[in-house]
T-cell receptor, first 110, second 115 residues
Framework: KQEVTQIPAALSVPEGENLVLNCSFT??????LQWFRQDPGKGLTSLLL?????REQTSGRLNASLDKSSGRSTLYIAASQPGDSATYLC?????????FGTGTRLLVSP | KAGVTQTPRYLIKTRGQQVTLSCSPI?????VSWYQQTPGQGLQFLFE???????NKGNFPGRFSGRQFSNSRSEMNVSTLELGDSALYLC??????????????FGAGSRLTVL
């Protein structure tokens, strides 16, 4: 059974810092891994999708890496801004569904 | 193109009542999935429908049910509501294809409060 863990559970940083969010999964036989952002009380916004054949995917200040062999992915946020404050979730495919991590709640202070 | 639309956005019910939530997928998407999000359990998979057929089901009691219509719109129903059913219910749609089920676009969610 696929299990996904994210650490840290919460993170508070001052504006401008670079930061790394971690995601671990137990079953490395995955097609892809997706990172989502969720603002309080809102739905999920897809940030990055990394296919199993890729090692990295970049979008603006976000960079996600995938190491299937070790069952890990990281989301790197450069030059963090207060608008980055949200919960970040990673997810991997199960059978016809996504299995989500527990999320990292990020607060970026001005 | 329009995203995934969920209605209603917020609702309050009392224990024992039932509720129906609606989800309109992205045009052309035939797969619709439902997830429940609570502070304690995180995001849990409820069920997935494809072409009006339930293709996969999560580990929820029979009080939770769903259906999909010929236009791919989906509804989920929760009967005999319990306090623990208070949650954000998220709907997602995905395109067809071998990996289609794994590339989801989510709606804004329906926030259910059970009193």
């Amino acid at each position: 059974k696929q299990e996904v863990t994210q650490i840290p559970a919460a993170l508070s940083v001052p504006e401008g810092e670079n930061l790394v969010l971690n995601c671990s999964f137990t079953d490395s036989a995955i097609y892809n891994l997706q990172w989502f952002r969720q603002d309080p009380g809102k739905g999920l916004t897809s940030l990055l999708l990394i296919q199993s054949s890729q090692r990295e995917q970049t979008s603006g200040r976000l960079n996600a890496s995938l190491d299937k062999s070790s069952g890990r992915s990281t989301l790197y946020i450069a030059a963090s801004q207060p608008g980055d404050s949200a919960t970040y979730l990673c997810a991997v495919p199960g059978f016809q569904k996504l299995v989500f991590g527990t999320g990292t709640r990020l607060l970026v202070s001005p | 193109k329009a995203g995934v639309t969920q209605t209603p956005r917020y609702l309050i019910k009392t224990r024992g009542q039932q509720v129906t939530l609606s989800c309109s997928p992205i045009s052309g998407h035939r797969s619709v999935s439902w997830y429940q999000q609570t502070p304690g359990q995180g995001l849990q998979f409820l069920f997935e429908y494809f072409s009006e057929t339930q293709r996969n089901k999560g580990n929820f009691p029979g009080r939770f049910s769903g259906r999909q219509f010929s236009n791919s719109r989906s509804e989920m129903n929760v009967s005999t509501l319990e306090l623990g059913d208070s949650a954000l219910y998220l709907c997602a749609s995905s395109p067809d294809g071998p990996l289609g089920a794994n590339v989801l676009t989510f709606g804004a969610g329906s926030r259910l409060t059970v009193l």
